[in-house]
C-alpha cells in the first residue's frame, strides 16, 4: 500500500483552520486533519527517520516532533487558536531553555513560498551570535568553502537573512569583507519545496537530501559554538553529512 501523500485538499484544510475562532473546529473536523495532514505528516516521519536516525543519533526524530496545529493559549489570544502550518523537525536538547542548537526543520503551509526545508541555528542568543561572528571575522573559509559547494549551494543558495541587523555590528568596521555575515543574527540555509514535490511520492527522499545537505552547516556551527578561533587546534571544516532570505515565519511557533 502506497503512503499517504499530502496534496491540495492539505492546503485547503491549513487555509480555513486559520480563519477560525473556537479551536472546537478542529475537533468537528478531526477526521479530515487526520486524512489530510497528520497521517501524511506521520508517514514522512517515520521515512525520514528511518534513514536519518542511525547517521545523526544525536538528533531527536521523534513523533513528537511533528508540531501541533492548535496554538497555545498565551499565543491563541492575538494569533487565532489554530495555525495555517505543520511543521516537522529534528532537534537537539541544550540543556538550557535560554539556548538552542542547530536543528533540522520541514513546514507546509498555503502561504506562497511557505512550504520549505530548512537547516541551521535560527533562535541564536546573545552569546552564540558573539562566538560564531569571532569565527566569521578570523577564520571564514570553512563556511566559504561550504557555500561555494556546488551541491549545497544548487540546494539552498546562500546563508538566509531574515534576522539580520540594520547597521553594522559593534566591535566591526562598516568595510569589513564579510560585514554583511556578520550583521546576521541567526544562521540557516532553506529551499523553497514546489507543491509539486509535496504531493510526490519522493517527498521523503528529498527532504533526506536536504536535510543531509543541512547538517553540513549544522555540523560546522556545533564546531564554532563549542570553540573559538584562537584556541581551535584543527581547522573548521564542513563535515560531507554524518557525526534568499527566509519567507516571514515563526520557528519557534512549532509546538
Known amino acids: 500500500m502506497a503512503n499517504p501523500r499530502f496534496s491540495a485538499k492539505t492546503l485547503e484544510f491549513l487555509a480555513l483552520a486559520a480563519k477560525q475562532k ?4 478542529l475537533e468537528k473536523n478531526q477526521q479530515q486533519y487526520e486524512d489530510v495532514i ?29 508540531g501541533n496545529l492548535k496554538r497555545p493559549a498565551a499565543r491563541a489570544l492575538d494569533k487565532g487558536p489554530l495555525k495555517d502550518f505543520m511543521t516537522l523537525n529534528a532537534d537537539r536538547d541544550s540543556g538550557s531553555r535560554f539556548e538552542d542548537l542547530p536543528s533540522l526543520y520541514f513546514m507546509v503551509s ?18 552564540q551570535v558573539k562566538r560564531l561572528r569571532q569565527w566569521i571575522d578570523a577564520k571564514p573559509q570553512a563556511l566559504e568553502a561550504l557555500l561555494r559547494d556546488k551541491k549545497f549551494a544548487t540546494l539552498f543558495g546562500g546563508l538566509g537573512d531574515e534576522h539580520k541587523l540594520k547597521t553594522k555590528p559593534r566591535d566591526y568596521p562598516v568595510d569589513h569583507p564579510r560585514i554583511e555575515w556578520l550583521k546576521l543574527t541567526a ?15 519522493e517527498l521523503a527522499n ?29 581547522s573548521a571544516q564542513p563535515s560531507s553529512g554524518r557525526p534568499h532570505g527566509l519567507p516571514a515565519f515563526d520557528w519557534d511557533d512549532d509546538t
Open 110 to 127: 498555503p502561504r506562497p513560498d511557505e512550504i520549505f526545508s530548512a537547516g541551521g541555528l535560527y533562535m541564536a542568543n546573545a552569546s
Open 38 to 66: 497528520l497521517t501524511p505528516m506521520k508517514a514522512l516521519a517515520l521515512n525520514v527517520t528511518s534513514v536519518l536516525e542511525m547517521e545523526f543519533p544525536a538528533y531527536k526524530f521523534k513523533k513528537r516532533n511533528i
Open 187 to 201: 544562521y540557516y540555509v532553506w529551499r523553497p519545496i514546489p507543491k509539486k514535490e509535496l504531493y510526490s511520492s
Open 206 to 234: 528529498l527532504l533526506i537530501r536536504d536535510w543531509r545537505e543541512a547538517m553540513r552547516l549544522n555540523n560546522l556551527l556545533d564546531l564554532w559554538l563549542k570553540s573559538s578561533p584562537d584556541t581551535a587546534h584543527t
Open 22 to 25: 473556537n479551536a472546537v473546529w
